[in-house]
């Protein structure tokens, strides 16, 4: 993160709420909090598609950006269910690129993740790209691996250029709606290595620009302890994102950390 950047907060919705009008409820719920903090602290909701124009029109003016949870990687074309990230430009200033859950349950592979971070940054979005191991991983040492392949394999495609408009979140899967948050210790040194490949991969001036973020089971309880450390430039959000007043603290929190640097 260089000075003229903020720690982001990003909160992904994932397939939640259900009810359009919850939605918007969520977003008037936390942005009074959210909207104050804005100079110190960029916060990006990313609601499900069908929300996005809806939440658009709350956030108009506030200064608390929009992103959708996933691209394509083409403009246009015979591409069912697909939206591309030149549909988003413009009104949405982030996506968010592969989630672990979408690796997953969608069989989203390192190769499909390059193409669309190549594409989004490529149309002016900021993106966020998610890495993780997965609890097998962890248990058998083997983070540094892992993570570092996802980073080289994501990044394959993106020019340094593009370097202000990224984001890496790091977020071990097993950690993800489990309750069970990374010790502080492991997110620091797993994200010095995130730092490190994205320098080796990019060139260490352009990686000094890219944020890089904690998620797993943050709440307002225990953002501080990843907040405050030295490389870590915000958190990527789930389950506390949907409860407004826990996220507007989250939020509190971080501004005043970040003062305090
Ligand atoms: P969580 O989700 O905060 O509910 O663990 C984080 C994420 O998947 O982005």
Not at 217 to 225: D, F, P
């Amino acid at each position: 993160m260089t000075v003229d950047q903020k720690p982001l907060l990003a909160a992904n919705w994932k397939m939640n709420p259900v009810d359009g009008g919850e939605a918007l409820a969520l977003v008037k719920g936390l942005l009074p909090v959210a909207s104050t903090y804005v100079d110190r602290v960029e916060v990006a909701l990313f609601p499900p598609f069908p929300w996005l124009l809806g939440v658009a029109e709350v956030l108009d003016q506030t200064g608390v950006k929009l992103g959708a949870q996933d691209c394509f990687w083409e403009t246009s074309g015979a591409y069912t269910g697909e939206v591309s990230p030149a549909m988003l430009r413009g009104w949405c200033q982030w996506v968010i690129i592969g989630h672990s859950e979408r690796r997953a349950y969608l069989g989203e592979t390192d190769d499909m993740v390059a193409r669309k971070v190549a594409a989004a940054l490529g149309t002016e979005l900021s993106v966020i790209m998610c890495v993780g191991e997965l609890d097998d991983h962890y248990e058998a040492g083997k983070t540094d691996e892992v993570v570092a392949a996802q980073v080289k394999a994501g990044l394959a495609l993106c020019s340094a250029d593009d370097s202000a408009r990224l984001v890496i979140a790091y977020e071990p899967v097993w950690a993800i709606g489990s309750g069970k948050s990374a010790d502080p210790e492991h997110a620091y040194k797993t994200m010095r290595l995130i730092r490190r490949v994205v320098g080796e991969v990019i060139g260490a001036g352009a990686a000094r620009k890219v944020r890089v973020l904690y998620g797993g089971s943050v709440t307002a309880a225990n953002v501080e302890s990843y907040v405050e450390l030295p490389l870590c430039d915000g958190c990527l959000i789930g389950g506390a994102s949907l409860r407004a007043a826990e996220f507007a603290q989250i939020v509190k929190v971080t501004a005043e950390v970040y003062g305090q640097r």
